[in-house]
């Protein structure tokens, strides 16, 4: 049970405040921007971020009742596919080429997972607004750095601290934190500062050294606009959309053989289909044939990041998550994905109808990188995923108003 407490006067609400604020500001001002100069930032704040939250919530208890909680989050369909996913990954150690690798990896996902569950049973039950900004405040000040990095990396005036790949990164970041950010300001009524930090972003994303996190935020952009008008259309097809994209990712190689023409299947051969990305459906193609029963199993977790060093894939393979999740888990792991990927977007256009938009926007930024060839087993990866829900729910708990009695003021005036 909450303990509320006067925070003047009282050092523990005051530390407890303190450390509630650390930890926001941790997630949603230092993370965007520190993002793009160092490739361990997300990866090491946010566990900083997460566990500032946890002690907070420990010390006044104004985090929702854990039995409140359970009911709405522990027996829903995306988190009951979510677990059915982590053990079939689980199962698949024991096949995988690369046990040990693969075993340290999947440790290191059960303890992020761990860390978002208990960063949602530690986020307050009710969200202050002055914490909710700092988002905007710290995707703002990324965008503004992301541009400023762009050009002087691009002209060679200044040498990236660790690797043009890190900029990279954190612009993917970026684009996906933006939409949460952007979400809070429609909710206040900040449409002018919304479009404001949209189109920051969105020429951050053009500036950086691939094309990847501008493709995402152009496509996350035109959903987000659609979803405005029309959410519930807009739901059911980026629900549908996307999960059904994962269910029929190994016909694409043949559906594409019969448009193009593969070697060997159509008349319509020659470089154009040799050549970079319909080459790689043919690799795609070819393993499906070789050994149909992989489609069911997959070669356990790791195989398609490693696989490419050791001999067992091609080096131009596909780099994509419509590949990668069917090659490492085969059926069972793509049906349980495609109903988690379902389940969690229903359930998170629901609840909160203003935030429709967002949310929408940040899971097709997220989708579309990964098909595009975001390593999606990485772990920077995998905390930003973590993170960006954790906001979204506390965007979600900062929606609601105190609303004048103004019946009883009219009668008091009238008095």
């Given amino acids: 049970m909450a303990r509320h407490r006067n925070p003047v006067g009282d ?27 160092s490739r361990r930032a997300v990866v090491v704040l946010a566990p900083i971020g997460v566990s500032l939250l946890i002690i907070a919530a420990i010390l006044d208890g104004e985090n929702r009742p854990i039995g409140r909680s359970n009911r709405a989050f522990a027996g829903s369909v995306p988190v009951l ?3 059915v996913l982590l053990v079939w990954i689980s199962l698949s150690l024991i096949w995988t080429p690369f046990y040990e690798p693969a075993a340290a990896r999947f440790g290191s996902i059960l303890a992020m997972t761990a860390l978002a569950v208990a960063g949602y049973y530690a986020l307050p039950e009710r969200m202050r607004a002055s914490n909710i900004y700092l988002l905007a405040i710290g995707v703002s000040v990324a965008a503004i750095a992301g541009i400023a990095l762009s050009l002087l990396y691009g002209q060679g005036l200044v040498e990236p601290p660790d690797g043009v790949a890190t900029l990279e990164r954190g612009l993917v970041a970026m684009v996906i934190l933006v939409w949460p950010a952007i979400a809070w300001l429609s909710s206040r009524r900040r449409d002018v500062q919304a479009v404001l930090l ?29 979803a405005t008008s029309a959410p519930r259309v807009a739901t059911a097809a980026t629900a549908t959309g996307m999960a059904g994209a994962i269910l029929i990712a190994p016909l694409i190689p043949f559906v594409a053989a019969a448009f193009v023409g593969f070697p060997g299947i159509g008349p319509a051969a020659g470089g154009f289909a040799a050549g970079g990305f319909l080459e790689s459906l043919v690799i795609w193609r070819d393993l499906i044939v070789g050994e149909p029963l992989r489609l069911l199993t997959g070669y356990g977790l790791e195989a398609a990041l490693r696989g490419r060093g050791s001999g067992l894939l091609p080096a131009n393979a596909p780099y994509s998550v419509l590949f990668e999740i069917w090659f490492d888990f085969g059926l069972v792991g793509a049906v349980a994905a495609a109903i988690a990927l379902y389940g969690a977007i229903v359930a998170a256009t629901r609840s909160h109808p203003p935030l429709t938009p967002g949310a929408l926007a940040a899971f097709v930024s997220a989708f579309v990188m990964a098909v595009m060839g975001v390593a999606t087993t990485q772990m920077w990866w995998v905390t930003t995923l973590i993170v960006v829900p954790l906001i979204f729910i506390a965007i979600a708990r900062g929606q609601f108003r105190t609303k004048r009695p103004k019946a009883l003021l009219r009668m008091i005036g009238e008095r």
Avoid at 14 to 36: E, K, N, Y
Avoid at 201 to 217: D, E, K, Y
């Fill in 11 to 37: 050092p523990v609400a005051s530390a407890t405040a303190l450390l509630r604020r650390l930890g926001f500001a941790t997630l949603m001002l230092v993370i965007p921007s520190l993002a793009l100069v």
């Fill in 81 to 83: 596919a979510t677990i």
């Fill in 198 to 226: 949209a189109l920051a972003v969105g020429v951050a994303s053009l500036l950086g050294p691939t094309i990847l996190p501008f493709v995402a935020f152009l496509a996350s952009g035109v959903v987000c606009v659609l």
